[in-house]
């Protein structure tokens, strides 16, 4: 089996993107890695863990998400050092869209180096494309999407549908059958919905966006892919890539 040619003087010409990621994630490493097949001469990504085994609003869920943790990760992948740092979580989705502002600052303060977050990419794509209304898919317990939604509604967006599968352990949530994600997606939709968010870095929804644009007939924004889209584009590279869904393709 052959090996691809980098077709670069060596690994320091590329672009690098360092993501803080959730423990007990398995879908956007690997998620990540297919999107980037294309960009393998451009950008790497690197990945440090923080761990995170559940989604709940209870105080002691809500403690995984301390500032401390999330800047210590960001202090190790710096070492190598990166060009751009992601939180590659969608915590602030439920805990304020101002925690993950907070953090970026923390983060570019500590480390030198520039920072977002999924929950922030997500609400910049939503700025990109004039998104204001959306359907909503996620693995989440009602409780907690319910906080979502009123998270998105204080940002200007509301949800006008939206589908749950009442999910709060990550590996679980990592385990979905794919025909289950097609089904929350689907039940997410609605004729008033713009696009259809699926808010959560584990859920792997990812490799079905292509398919299920299609046959909702609108676009998907994922949390995985909208990660990868706003570091990419961090480092001064804007991914334009086929396979992926409107968002990668940059329609």
């Given at each position: ?15 690098k993107v ?23 001469k ?6 440090a ?8 609003l ?26 751009a ?16 502002e ?9 480390t030198?180096i520039?920072?977002?977050?999924s ?13 204001t ?5 996620v693995?989440y ?35 979905n059958?794919f025909?289950a994600?097609?089904q ?13 968010a ?15 644009e ?8 994922d ?6 889209w ?22």
């Open positions: 089996m052959s090996h691809p040619s980098f077709d670069i003087r060596s690994l320091k010409d590329l672009k360092g993501h803080i990621t959730p423990s007990s994630n398995t879908a956007l490493e690997p998620l990540t890695a297919l999107m980037n097949a294309d960009l393998t451009q950008v790497s990504h690197h990945f863990r923080l761990r995170v085994r559940q989604m709940t209870d105080s002691s869920s809500s403690s995984q998400f301390d500032f401390e943790p999330m800047l210590n990760a960001a202090e190790l992948l710096a070492d190598a050092p990166m060009d740092l992601v939180w590659n979580g969608t915590s602030a989705s439920w805990l304020g869209l101002d925690r993950d907070e953090l970026c600052k923390r983060i570019t303060e500590r030198g520039a920072a977002s977050t929950t922030l990419a997500f609400h910049e794509s939503f700025k990109h494309f004039g998104f209304k959306i359907g909503m898919a693995p317990t009602q409780d907690l999407t319910q906080q979502i939604v009123q998270v998105y509604r204080k940002a200007g967006i509301e949800t006008v549908s939206q589908a749950c599968l009442g999910q709060s352990v990550n590996t679980e949530v990592g385990n059958d025909e994600v097609r929350v997606l689907r039940d997410a939709d609605s004729p008033e919905a713009e696009c259809i699926v808010v959560c870095t584990n859920f792997p929804a990812t490799s079905l966006v292509e398919e299920m299609r046959e909702l007939g609108k676009p998907i924004i949390s995985i892919a909208v990660t990868f706003k570091g990419c584009r961090m480092v001064g590279i804007e991914p334009r890539i086929e396979g992926w869904g409107r968002l990668l393709r940059g329609a």
